[in-house]
């Protein structure tokens, strides 16, 4: 049995216990230190009742303490739930009830958000990851201290098949799934990013993609507490910030979403002596403009794209540093221990550069969706999982995402599936019909449109809409704008023909758009 991923910090203890493991801010933790802090917190919870199989959730922004809980349900075999603490009181309660989470660790200044969540989501603990209690709940700090440094005995030993993470992903249904990630599926993810990237343990990474995405603590916190190297965390992006912390920190390994490169490039005090010793630079989550790897090239940086997705853990593809520039659009190859095809609907191969679905599989997948058998079944039709988008493979290998299968489409890095964002808009009583497209965006990628058409009598405005929307959903699912129209572009089957509105729409040139 190979043992859980918590044995890493143990083993890296043992074998570089003086090695810098985690920074932030001020606080710079040793293997040694790192270890003994998860062995005190994983002896914290279980005094508190929790065991192999229960659900924490969390909610807070990035920390150390943020990898502590991931660490320490892993030497548990419990399984954490990460919150986004972007969404709603209505939208977190939903995710909590649905995986059954009942305690609650939160960051001091998510205070507020935590008393909503224990109000309505039933939770039966709340522990404040710092030094004081807070408005009831107890303090992480405190509950720490009362307990030594030695390993923790669970009451199951986890091993790599045990579940761990319950990372949550919206469903094109409107409510959210919870891919199901083993403490295999992050070991091999790991594996496969130290094959195709060369981690050692001399590699610094700066991590900087929110924890409570499977992006934050895949790429490449957890890759680096295996193979020994270095975490810097940085507590929200914040560009000049950033800047900073790649120079004086020495980064070596880099991962951001499209935006973040844009927003670094657009910034006063950029320049290549920031990425001086930054040898992997890459970006992933959502599309890739073609002009910002050439931008990037002209600073003297190879900006590398790769694809994942939560169901992965979440690495797929990578292209390599030396195509990134001739083969800028592509995602490259798929990874050492990860299958990928691109189907047609049959499941049949398609020759190269034809498009089909791409389909993938590998031992870094998702066991399940919680509580969703249906759900897993379709998504694992044929024996590959379906990742929904459309690809193409050219003659070397290297693979293209033409467009998505479904419907969902990436603002600033955050999925928004317009299913959910158009349940909310038919709650007006005014609204006949409506769709919610993806158009391009210079700044976050692509952002929401909703068209509308309104009730023969009855009237409505764009601000009404998005005011409405603004109290239901979280900021980055929210439209950029709303257009009126008199009625929608159907086909014989009735099905909204969304491919229509996007070129009708296309720089808004029709319709009346409130912003």
Not at 201 to 213: E, G, K, T
Not at 452 to 470: F, M, N, P, R
Request: aromatic share 6%; glycine share 10%; proline share 5%.
């Amino acid at each position: 049995m190979i043992p859980g991923i918590g044995s890493w910090l143990t083993k890296r203890a043992i074998l570089t216990p003086d090695k810098e493991a985690v920074v932030h801010g001020e606080k710079r933790l040793t293997y040694h230190d790192l270890n003994g802090r998860v062995n005190r917190l994983s002896r914290a919870l279980q005094g508190i009742g929790i065991r192999s199989g229960d659900r924490l959730s969390i909610l807070s922004v990035n920390g150390v303490e943020y990898v502590e809980t991931i660490m320490a349900t892993a030497k548990l075999g419990a399984i954490v739930v990460p919150l986004n603490w972007r969404l709603t009181p209505t939208e977190l309660t939903f995710i909590l009830n649905d995986s059954g989470a009942e305690t609650l660790l939160f960051h001091p200044d998510l205070l507020e958000a935590a008393g909503k969540l224990k109000e309505q989501a039933g939770i039966k603990e709340w522990v404040v990851m710092g030094p004081k209690e807070m408005g009831g709940a107890r303090a992480c700090e405190q509950l720490m201290a009362a307990q030594t440094d030695d390993e923790p005995i669970p009451d199951r030993v986890p091993d790599l098949d045990t579940p761990h993470i319950i990372m949550y992903t919206a469903g094109t249904t409107g409510k959210p799934k919870g891919a199901v990630l083993s403490q295999g599926a992050s070991f091999w993810n790991a594996v496969n990013l130290t094959v195709a990237l060369d981690f050692t343990s001399h590699d610094r990474n700066l991590a900087v993609l929110p924890m409570f995405h499977i992006g934050g603590i895949g790429l490449f916190t957890l890759p680096m507490l295996h193979v020994g190297g270095t975490v810097v965390i940085q507590r929200t992006f914040e560009p000049a910030g950033t800047l900073e912390l790649l120079e004086s920190e020495a980064i070596t390994l880099f991962f951001g979403v499209a935006a973040v490169f844009l927003f670094l490039m657009q910034h006063p005090k950029f320049n290549g002596q920031s990425f001086q010793k930054v040898r992997v630079v890459m970006s992933g989550g959502a599309p890739l403009p073609v002009s910002l790897v050439h931008q990037y090239e002209g600073a003297g940086i190879m900006l590398q794209q790769g694809f994942g997705m939560s169901e992965a853990a979440p690495s797929i593809a990578t292209l390599e540093k030396d195509l990134a520039v001739q083969k800028a659009g592509s995602i490259g190859k798929a990874l050492m221990h990860v299958e990928a095809d691109v189907v047609d609907d049959d499941m049949n191969r398609l020759p190269p550069d034809q498009v089909g679905e791409l389909v993938i599989r590998g031992p870094n997948l998702m066991r399940e969706y919680w509580g969703r058998p249906e759900a897993t079944k379709e998504s694992f039709s044929g024996g590959w999982f379906h990742t929904g988008d459309l690809a193409r493979m050219d003659p070397d290998g290297d693979l293209y995402i033409v467009d998505r299968k479904k419907d969902m489409f990436i603002s600033g890095g955050e999925n928004v599936y317009p299913a959910e964002v158009e349940n909310a808009i038919y709650e007006l009583t005014q609204v006949s019909e409506t769709a919610v497209i993806g158009m391009k965006d210079e700044k976050w990628g692509e952002v929401g449109m909703a068209v509308v058409v309104v009730k023969e009598g009855q009237s409505l405005t764009g601000d009404h809409v998005l005011a409405h929307l603004k109290r239901r959903l979280a900021k980055f699912k929210i439209p950029k704008s709303v257009v009126f129209m008199d009625r929608l572009p159907r086909n014989a089957a009735g099905k909204v023909l969304k491919n229509v509105l996007r070129e009708a729409h296309h720089n808004n040139e029709e319709g009346r758009v409130c912003e």
